[in-house]
């Protein structure tokens, strides 16, 4: 079984600002990452994804993450925000193992969810 | 493409009444779940189903049932709603293809 901590609930920032949001993962198994975003009344829709070669990883909107296996660690960074990257953010994993039929279930878990807060 | 459409958006039950949420994929997916959203808690898989006329539970099924009869369907059912599942509902469906989830919108429910 796998599972996630985000470490941080809310994260308020000025536009223009770096902002880093945190997410630190569980697993006996190798995993794969993945960052969604959320916006007000919104599904949800896919930032950023690690399945396996480089660690840094870069997604829509400027956001890029870096995968650490030995501090079994995804975080999600930006070097400049806009007021229109406020809404909540999700890390998640999905175990990399295979079942019988050489495929995964492809079942998420995920983290609490960061809400990103970007002020004028 | 439409993705994946649930119906209805929003509902207000009593408690004790049932209901079914419907969700439709036009993406060919064989994987299909059913997640709720809590706050503070992110999404838990309630239910979720690996191909037409299979099922399976997920982390929080308690209280629900699930249905696949057609490939491109998955309906998610309370057969006695609590307060306790008030929620926003969101499908999601899945092909190893792209390794990603693909969302439905959600469905707001409210138990009084």
């Known amino acids: 079984a796998q599972s996630v901590t985000q470490l941080d609930s809310q994260v308020p920032v000025f536009e223009e600002a770096p902002v880093e949001l945190r997410c630190n993962y569980s697993?006996?198994?190798?995993?794969?990452l993945f960052w969604y975003v959320q916006y007000p009344n919104q599904g949800l829709q896919l930032l950023l994804k690690?399945?396996?070669?480089?660690?840094l990883v870069k997604g829509i909107n400027g956001f890029e993450a870096e995968f650490n296996k030995s501090q079994t660690s995804f975080h999600l960074r930006k070097p400049s925000v806009h007021i229109s990257d406020t809404a909540e953010y999700f890390c998640?994993?999905?175990?990399?193992?295979?079942?019988?039929?050489?495929?995964?279930?492809?079942?998420?878990?995920f983290g609490q969810g960061t809400i990103l807060t970007v002020h004028p | 493409n439409a993705g994946v459409t649930q119906t209805p958006k929003f509902r207000v039950l009593k408690t004790g009444q049932s209901m079914t949420l419907l969700c439709a994929q036009d993406?060919?997916?064989?994987?299909m779940y059913w997640y709720r959203q809590d706050p503070g808690m992110g999404l838990r898989l309630i239910h979720y189903?690996?191909?037409?006329?299979?099922?399976a539970k997920g982390e929080v099924p308690d209280g629900y049932n699930v249905s696949r009869l057609k490939k491109q369907n998955f309906l998610l059912g309370l057969e006695s709603a609590a307060p306790s599942q008030t929620s926003v509902y969101f499908c999601a469906s899945w092909t190893a293809n792209t390794g990603e989830l693909f969302f439905g919108e959600g469905s707001r429910l409210t138990v009084l």
């Open positions: 189903s690996v191909g037409e006329g299979t099922t």
């Open positions: 690690y399945l396996s070669g480089s660690t």
């Open positions: 697993s006996s198994v190798s995993v794969y």
């Open positions: 998640a994993v999905r175990s990399a193992a295979l079942n019988a039929g050489g495929t995964s279930y492809g079942k998420l878990t």
């Open positions: 993406m060919n997916h064989e994987y």
